[in-house]
């Protein structure tokens, strides 16, 4: 029921604070083109889960069909959000979306051609016919086929350690990053680090990311 309620973002929350201060910025820097950003919304299952807690778990059993209508509400809701974002920054509609969801990754591969494909596909569609991007973290092999049911551009798996990119390239035709994180950083010999970004272009990773953090 709260969801089916309409939302006037503008003066939702902390938003009347963030506008009133952008418009003191864009008046004190009049030369510069100061966006409207740092906000962002996470990926439907993502925020289902946030809204619900684990008992979103348990609906997936108890009841798909409500569960369903409410991933469908918050999907609609998170797209909502985001073209006002595009309003406020006087944007259209954008050439591409990108999703970042990775409780999906919490939800097993049997269920998600009738629940994790047809909710982000429906976070696409409504707002691009454009290119579709994905950050999920934590896959496991047999949740690759379905990066190609979305219609993927491009995926990035970033800390995903049950799966390798020869996985991500057997299982499946999406372009994708591979990343050498923090923790493999500090925990890897040099030698450990080529061989590790090595096997991830021998096996046709896009790019390569490396985060390097004290």
Known sequence: RALQKPVDWAKAGLMPSYLELW???RGKFPGHDIGFGGFRAQGPITTAWALRGHDFFLDLHDDLPLCM????LVTDSIVNFRQFLLRVNGLGAPSSAFVTDDIAAMIRPGLWGAVVVPTLDRFYRLQTSGERGAHIENLIPD???FLDTLELDHFDPSVS?????ADLRN???VPFDWLLNPMQTRDFSRQQIRDYLMDATAHDASALGCHVAR
């Open 69 to 72: 209508e409410f991933l469908r």
């Open 143 to 145: 949740h690759i086929p």
């Open 23 to 25: 418009t003191k910025l």
């Open 171 to 173: 299982r499946c035709s």
């Open 161 to 165: 350690p049950q799966i390798t990119p």
